[in-house]
């Protein structure tokens, strides 16, 4: 699978989980805990800590940025 798409089953998975991490935090009032359980990343500690690590800033932070709600 590697050789296909140049990163790891494990990599794919967490980019999957977090790209639908910012989607719910920028369209949905969900607690942080909340998004972490929907996505599967664990509770809310380890979403911040794996959200930063990739994102560069805390899912707060980057929900304020860029919130946008749907009607």
């Avoid at 967490?14 to 639908?20: D, I, P, Q, Y």
């Avoid at 959200?51 to 946008?68: D, S, T, V, Y």
Wanted: aromatic fraction near 12%; charge should be positive; proline fraction near 4%.
């Amino acid at each position: 699978m590697r050789e296909l798409f140049s990163a790891s089953f494990r990599g794919l998975l967490l980019e999957t989980r977090l790209t639908r991490a910012k989607s719910l935090l920028s369209t949905t009032d969900l607690s942080l805990a909340e998004v972490a359980e929907a996505c599967g990343l664990g509770d809310a500690y380890r979403f911040n800590k794996i959200f930063k690590a990739r994102l560069g800033e805390p899912p707060g932070r980057w929900r304020k940025k860029r919130w946008q709600p749907e009607f």
